[in-house]
């Protein structure tokens, strides 16, 4: 079955800290690819997404993500966190010819101030 | 825009009870998603809808487990009879396009605790 892996249950990180959380999936065709946030007492909302063209993709708040194909990989990161950035991140893929979501289990994020 | 909208927040119920979750999309969303999340555990796709049919049901856990979108509005979902293991938060998405990829719009979700 396709799974996502993310590495980081849990970070810790003082502000101005850069971050990187580490995401992998096992699916070897076309996916699409997604970071969400859920910050505390908020939805779920999408950070950044990837469908083709550059593997570099930029979202919201400061964060980006780098598609390696060859690594199965789809690493997350932001230079430098804030305190707001503390939320639980997901990762998340959608192979060709689904809709559905699947999802890493989550790394919660906690920066202090 | 009002976002996706999920009732009850919060349901405490006993093993062997129903209980029905309601998820009202963003108008217009003609795809609405079903997804649970156990506690400690990732978020598990149940079942997709494209307007009232039913698109993709292969993640709904068993027959326990019911699922309806009448006249392509709202959805509801229902877990009859309710099982220890169906507690979790249960979150509804929509996404506005039957035609093309996009993203999906999260509710707040529905925490399901079954005692």
């Known amino acids: 079955a396709q799974s996502v892996s993310q590495h980081n249950h849990h970070v810790i990180l003082s502000e101005a800290a850069s971050l990187e959380l580490g995401c992998n999936y096992s699916?070897?065709?076309?996916?699409?690819l997604f970071w969400y946030v859920q910050y505390p007492g908020q939805h779920l909302q999408l950070l950044l997404k990837?469908?083709?063209?550059?593997?570099l993709v930029k979202g919201i708040k400061g964060f980006e993500a780098e598609f390696i194909k060859s690594k199965f990989s789809f690493n997350l990161r932001k230079p430098s966190v804030q305190w707001s950035d503390t939320a639980e991140y997901f990762c998340a893929v959608i192979h060709t010819g689904r809709r559905a979501l699947t999802f890493g289990s989550g790394t919660r994020l906690q920066v202090q101030p | 825009e009002a976002g996706v909208t999920q009732f009850p927040s919060h349901s405490v119920i006993e093993k062997g009870q129903t209980v029905t979750l309601r998820c009202d999309p963003i108008s217009g969303h003609d795809n609405l998603y079903w997804y649970r999340r156990v506690m400690g555990k990732e978020i598990k796709f149940l079942l997709h809808f494209v307007k009232e049919s039913k698109q993709d049901e292969s993640g709904m856990p068993n027959n326990r487990f019911l699922a309806e979108r009448t006249g392509g509005t709202y959805s509801t979902l229902k877990v009859q009879p309710a099982e220890l293991e169906d507690s979790g938060v249960y979150f509804c998405?929509?996404?506005?396009?039957?035609?093309?990829?996009?993203?999906?719009?999260f509710g707040p979700g529905t925490r399901l605790t079954v005692l």
């Open positions: 990837y469908f083709s063209g550059d593997p």
């Open positions: 998405a929509s996404s506005p396009s039957s035609g093309s990829l996009s993203e999906q719009f």
């Open positions: 699916y070897g065709g076309t996916v699409n």
